[in-house]
């Protein structure tokens, strides 16, 4: 079964095809990452505009890669939440106008449940991924850290999630207050290259035995870190025609241990994460342990769950897997794949089908 | 690492014009054109082979996701056609509430693309004022643009060069700016009645009733389709809607 799958759910505009859930035929991202940068963050009405504008180059690119056209697919997934409302829609209208045009079934996807299913993925003539269940997930991106049990394709049970900041938003907070740039996760991990972590340790929220997590007093401890080092700017005085106070860089003296501290910080974020991956998977006699997510690229993540997994005795070893880096990010090649194994589940949507902004993942 | 298909595309400055060739369109005259207007409250959509026109509207809210497919898909039932005979698309480009726009240009989009139909945008104002515009008569469009404001143009007023923008101004400045037209000037679009009140107690303005101001889906369906037969078609990936005013963003860092 072919599916053709799109995404756009934040400020990526993606499109993919994809054979029976798991081999890769085309992935076409469209990103507006250079359109956020200065503003240091996605700003909503900017990315459904521009969701816009290149949905059907998008579509189009991802058929033309496929070498496929409109008769040749029989499926279309769509991304119906949770994100960002004005950008879902286009995403959701496109498909399933498609679907009626074409008479063919459209699949609603859960975009938490399509990271997940990113991990299925591989390409043509490799051996077909087949990850064992349960499973447990990591789920880490600039929107969400979740941690989630597998129990079957379908059966999801939440077992933590972030109580404050995701572990993406807390890099992109951690480098903007280090003056680095955005994305943070990718600024953050350049910068600790050469930097040691234990010169300037930072506190972890363990939150006892829960399978929660916290970040939101780790930006507070580097505040604190690098506020002696501050040159103080001048005064902004807002003015009332300006929506918002600009936002100005903070500036550091020359002996700032940029190195040092953004090692510091990643350690902290990743720490956490690891461990509470690894633990969870043993707890719940996990076969496999995936990651998923944009920060699921991150080397020191991948580096510490290996080195955790390693570390435990050979009966209770999960096996650890993670997607190829341009699958971790938002893209439709996830889609297509989570569609797939949903429409053998019976998920086919009507015409009543609407986007879910806040969609969760076990249905509350 | 990257999946050996995959391919990250440039943002902003795809055509897909190629997708289309609007030569053969022109030469058939019976091609269905297929009209959307998200633009207000009320909701539009409209059928049109160049002879026989038919529309309907409703009021919708915020659920234009739930139902226009669904309309469209009665809509073209009603007329004994299936949706693979609809052979041009025309779409209202605003302005409107931002959502509701790319709803309906999002399912315009869609069905221009996998249909292989030409896509034609119109600016609400214009098929606002459509109906309208007879004689040499000015005809001013409005339409609510929120909190107190609306948009407005005005049609055919001498001069030209003057007039022929789309404002965005409060219903007090819209009303002085009317009161300045030397000719009789007829007012028509979401003329709420406070305003109507307003403007009709300016001398040589006319305000047409609500019934006669309804049917903006069919004006596009026109305007449209006369763009159309000119062959004046737009670009499936760069048509959007007409925004009035930049997103709020904060200050660059
Ligand atoms: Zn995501």
Partial sequence: MIILGIETSCDETAAAVVVDGRELRSNVIASQLELHAPYGGVVPELAARGQLQAIVPVIQAALDDAVMSWSDIDAIAVTQGPGLAGSLLVGVNMAKTLAYT??????????????????????????????????VVLLVSGGHTELILVRDHGDYTHLGRTLDDAAGEAFDKGARLLGLGYPG??????????????????????????????????????????EPYRIPAERIVPSPDLPFVPHRPPVYRDDLPLADLAAAFQDAVIEVLASKAVRAAVAHDARTLLLAGGVAANALLRGRITAGIEALASETKPVFEFPPIDLCTDNAAMVAAAGYFGLRRGMQAGWEFDVDARLSLVGN | MLAAASRLLPVGNQSVNALQSAGDIVSDPTTLLLAIDTSTELTGIALYDGCCLDDVSWSSCRDHTVMLLDEIDHQVKRRGRTVREIGAIGVAMGPGRFNALRVGMSIAKG????????????????????????????????????????????????????????????????????????????????????????????????????????????AVAELAYHRMERGETDDLAMLEPVYLHGARTPQPR
């Fill in chain 2, 111 to 218: 069905l221009a693309f996998s249909l292989e139909a030409p896509l034609i945008g119109i600016p609400t104002l214009e098929a606002a004022a459509h109906p309208f515009r007879q004689g040499t008569q000015p005809v001013a469009a409005v339409i609510g643009a929120g909190r107190e404001r609306v948009a407005w143009r005005v049609f055919d007023c001498e001069p030209a060069e003057y007039w022929a923008e789309t404002r965005n101004t409060s219903a007090g400045e819209f009303v002085s700016s009317i009161a300045t037209i030397a000719a009789d000037v007829c007012v028509t679009g979401e003329v709420q009645p406070a305003l109507r009140e307003a403007l009709t107690s300016l001398t040589g303005v006319t305000v047409p009733p609500l019934s006669g101001r309804l049917g903006r889906a069919a």
């Fill in chain 1, 102 to 135: 074409l008479d063919k079934p459209l699949v609603p996807v859960n975009h938490l449940e399509s990271h997940i299913y990113a991990n299925w993925i591989s390409n043509r003539g490799e051996r077909w991924k087949r990850p064992a269940f349960p499973a």
């Fill in chain 1, 185 to 226: 996760g990718p600024a953050i991990q350049r910068a600790a290259q050469e930097g040691n972590p234990a010169n300037y340790p930072l506190p972890r929220a363990w939150l006892g035995d829960s399978w929660d997590f916290s970040f939101s007093g780790l930006k507070t401890a580097l505040l604190r870190q690098v």
